[in-house]
């Protein structure tokens, strides 16, 4: 596909510089970006913008070259200044000012389909590390956001520096921390006291929890202890952990139907989210929130943003979804919301 | 254009490691390309809009000229110095040396 763009790129150059050079451009390119591709991804990358803004520069140039109407003599470079410097080229004319205005459009219009091409390809993963690459080192330590959504975090996992939220995502360079009012992160609301919820763009990188207490240390238990902070974070998990030993036993699921009951403020029948720990939200805004905690998103069968009188009903059974190792209970990994990794 | 004198503007740096590269051997395009980088320690790196830019205007003022390869197993065209081309080359060396020798003498430390 990049030949085939190049190609007709090339039909930006004269008729004449075109049937002396074009296909042999074409060749020196496609073997140039074989190598380019060779030596990896970034490489290539840098390779195509420089190759695809040369080729409009060039275009330009030769087009200018084409029309050669004010001659000068080779000699006049123009008064030299004191401390200014004097710029020589190999060219013995001066290109028309409209050539260099066309020229100038010309490469803004392709500055900026090749930002918009850069754009697409990180947001598709185009330029993406490949899998099992620095797998050590980011896998370990990090949960992926493979989407735009809601990513909950423990309210110590936060610090504040002169009034701006400062959010430690990681020891990579790159997401050391976040300004949240000003990074790819916005602040969309505090599900409660001890867990924030955050509404993250698609591919950004956040520090897992197990990670964070490696990193600080042994788990202190109160309010370190991501553990302890998730279960009290959210209203279901405090009611169906009735024992509050951290997990959802048998017997806790066998009654979810009762305890999310009481949760009914209004004896609607049914739970809203506002009712299930968010706060009150727009209605895509309330079905993204549900869809995010795997507990909420199981309980909602229907994905409609509510959990009705039956599915209220039918909460057994859904909650025994989330039991992927099939012990009959439901712990901590299990009711991790799903952000790419796995977290140890 | 008067070879080697006054009026012959300094070479830029793209050319002169073109001209360099081809005065070692005549070469193809994506040999040309390569030398350039290699030789510049991967300073310069040309792109192919900008190595043919600078081939056609060489090919035009008649520096280099254009001839097949008759060796290779496919056409390419391969690109060497012809003699006004290596006149001009040597005339650039020239004046490289004579500006290295004298920025040698000016800007080295001097013995208190």
Aim: aromatic letters at 8%; hydrophobic letters at 45%; charged letters at 20%.
């Amino acid at each position: 596909m990049l030949i085939r763009l190049y190609r007709l790129l090339l039909r930006l150059f004269p008729a004449s510089y075109r049937s002396t050079f074009s296909q042999e451009m074409a060749n020196v390119f496609q073997l140039a970006l074989a190598d380019a591709w060779s030596r990896g991804v970034l490489r290539a990358t840098a390779f195509c913008i420089r190759e695809f803004s040369g080729l409009a520069l060039g275009a330009v140039r030769a087009q200018a070259r084409r029309s050669q109407v004010q001659e000068q003599p080779a000699t006049s470079f123009g008064p030299a200044f004191d401390a200014v410097p004097t710029f020589y080229t190999c060219e013995d004319y001066a290109p028309r000012r409209s050539a260099l205005f066309q020229g100038g459009i010309l490469s803004l219009a392709f500055f900026g389909a090749v930002t918009a091409a850069f754009e697409y390809g990180v947001n598709h993963r185009i330029f993406r590390m490949p899998p099992g690459a620095a797998r050590d080192t980011a896998q370990s330590q990090f949960i992926e956001t493979g989407e735009t959504g809601f990513v909950a975090f423990g309210k110590s996992m936060a610090s504040s520096s002169d009034g701006a939220l400062m959010l430690v995502l990681g020891t990579h360079p790159a997401v050391a921390a976040i300004d949240v009012k000003l990074g790819a992160v916005s602040l969309r609301h505090a599900w409660s006291n001890l867990v924030w919820v955050l509404r993250v763009h698609p591919n950004l990188r956040l520090l897992a929890p197990g990670a964070f207490q490696r990193q600080t240390g042994p788990s202190t238990g109160n309010p370190g202890d991501f553990e302890a902070v998730y279960f009290r974070a959210s209203p279901v998990l405090v009611a169906l952990d009735a024992d509050r030993d951290q997990l959802i036993s048998a017997g806790e699921i066998a009654n979810a139907p009762v305890v999310l009951k009481s949760l009914d403020k209004n004896h609607d029948g049914k739970l809203t989210a506002e009712e299930c720990g968010g706060p009150a939200l727009p209605y895509d805004d309330s079905r993204a929130f549900m869809r995010f905690h795997p507990v909420l998103a199981a309980l909602d069968a229907d994905h409609d943003g509510e959990i009705s009188a039956s599915e209220t009903e039918n909460a057994p059974a859904a909650l025994r979804t989330l039991d992927r190792n099939h012990d009959g209970k439901l712990t901590l990994n299990e009711l991790l919301p799903k952000l790419g990794i796995p977290v140890q | 254009m008067k070879i080697g004198s006054s009026s012959t503007p300094p070479l830029s740096e793209p050319v002169l490691l073109i001209l360099l590269s081809l005065a070692e051997q005549p070469r193809h395009g994506y040999s040309i390309l390569k030398d350039v980088e290699e030789m510049s320690d991967g300073r310069v790196v040309l792109s192919t809009g900008t190595l043919y830019g600078a081939l056609g205007r060489l090919l035009d003022d008649r520096w280099i000229e254009r001839f097949e390869e008759q060796d290779a197993s496919r056409d390419r065209q391969a690109y060497r110095l012809t003699p006004k081309g290596k006149a001009i080359l040597q005339a650039e060396v020239v004046r490289l040396r004579h500006l290295t020798r004298l920025a040698s003498l000016r800007a080295s430390p001097k013995e208190a």
